[in-house]
């Protein structure tokens, strides 16, 4: 079972630059989420989906977009990367509203640095 | 709205100590859950505990307790006899029921057991 996949795993990129995080998971769940984890900060929702064809902003969506084409992914796409945006990224999944006892199913991370 | 707190930031302990890890929660709902995660420092999240608001029972495994109590807002975390495997950081988060519920984080402990 591969849950979620996250990739890249690393990744640097230079100020102004864009890229896509991509993240799938294969376990049918309709709800999705992205967080963003800065040191001391714990994590914070950029973005979720609750079904295919439907997005919605977290607590820090500037700077990101997202889609969700299909219910196996959820890509994360930064368009003018900026250091603000040094961070770890986690995508994440759910069943529904209320997921089960483990709570949502994390992706393993992907550690962005914008230079 | 939900809030998570952490008021301790990094706890560090000798190795066969007990330490409790506090977490205190807000929410105006009735109906929500309760998590703990170990971040080691590999980095993934990983998934210790959940709590339902209605079930106030404490829970013990192994080494590790939690004591829910709904009277004073808290889920905090007691790891016995502590070892070195033990480090790591800790987020405990709040799940709200509903449509557009997520999951929030508080800010994380750093936990570092010494030899």
């Known amino acids: 079972n591969a849950g979620v996949t996250q990739t890249p795993k690393f990744r640097i990129l230079k100020i102004g630059q864009s890229m896509t995080l991509q993240c799938t998971q294969d376990m049918n769940h309709n709800y999705m989420y992205w967080y963003r984890q800065d040191p001391g900060m714990g994590l914070k929702l950029i973005y979720y989906?609750?079904?295919?064809?439907?997005?919605d902003k977290g607590e820090v969506p500037n700077g990101y977009n997202v889609s969700r084409s299909t219910t196996e992914d959820f890509p994360l796409r930064l368009e003018l990367a900026a250091p603000s945006q040094t961070s770890v990224y986690f995508c994440?999944?759910?069943?529904?509203?209320?997921?089960?006892?483990?709570?949502?199913?994390f992706g393993s991370g992907t550690r962005l640095t914008v230079v | 709205a939900q809030k998570v707190t952490q008021a301790q930031t990094e706890i560090s302990v000798v190795e066969k100590e007990d330490v409790t890890l506090d977490c205190v929660y807000e929410?105006?709902?009735?109906?929500?859950?309760l998590f703990w995660y170990k971040q080691p420092p590999s980095g993934e999240l990983v998934f210790l505990i959940r709590r339902n608001s209605f079930d106030e029972q404490n829970e013990i495994s192994g080494r590790y307790s939690w004591n829910f109590q709904k009277s004073t807002s808290s889920f905090n975390f007691t790891i016995t006899a502590s070892q070195v495997v033990d480090s790591a950081v800790y987020f405990c988060a709040q799940l709200l029921t509903g449509a557009n519920s997520k999951l929030t984080f508080g800010k994380g402990i750093t936990l570092s057991v010494r030899p």
């Open positions: 989906s609750v079904g295919a064809g439907i997005t």
């Open positions: 994440a999944s759910s069943p529904s509203d209320r997921p089960p006892n483990y709570g949502y199913t």
């Open positions: 929410t105006r709902d009735t109906t929500y859950y």
